[in-house]
């Protein structure tokens, strides 16, 4: 069911959405080569504790989740590209580093992601966040009341086409509000003017997410953890918009 929220509703997420963006400035800025990233999900939890917010993660167990999360934050690195499980692992020179990050504050949800390079970065890999980061602001500047689904979609769809990135439409993004993932669901590819047409007071997190070389992707062992088929490295960024009459609002902007 889509749901859609009153201007004051709106009003009330965005606590949830400057906490979320803060969480992140905060992580990125910790994480260096040398970091652990079990440190960087130490970090967002005591931030979660000081600011009386709640974890969407700790708990989360969906159908394909091999058990409850129990972290804070997502953690994917490198060939990992969505939902990586933060483990004892040790940022290398170089690593892409994605962060995805939700939470909520007073019952209402915002969900953001960002990816960086940690120490000497290769242009590529620089390139594929560009990329990520483009196709987020083509997508959310589609979401206009009239447009469709599709219209985000295909905006999105167009960066990765013009970038040479395939798209994998397994994970996408969706509504967001008093839960984590609700309806509508907003793949990353698609046509122009198909789907839900887009209404003042849809929420939604938008998420472009893309490999190097490949479309295909692979639980990792830890049952969460999601890696490209062939190695090739991903980035991934996210964030959770407002549809109103005066345009998009993007509730989890870090500035
Ligand atoms: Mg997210």
Redesign the pocket.
Known sequence: MIELRTPAEIEAMRPAGRFVASVLVAVREAASVGTNLLELDAIAHQMIRDAGAESCYIDYHPSFGGSPFGKVI?TSINDAVLHGLPHDYVIADGDIVSI???ASIDGWVC???ISFVSGTADPEDLRIITATEEALVAGIAAATVGNAIGDISAAIGDVADAYGYGVNLDFGGHGVGRE?HGDPHVPNDGRPGRGYKLREGLVI?I?PWFMRDTDEIFTDADGWTLRSADGSRGAHS?HTIAITANGPVVLTARV
């Open positions: 997502c995805d990050f939700a969900d953001s992601a984590m997190a998420e996210e």
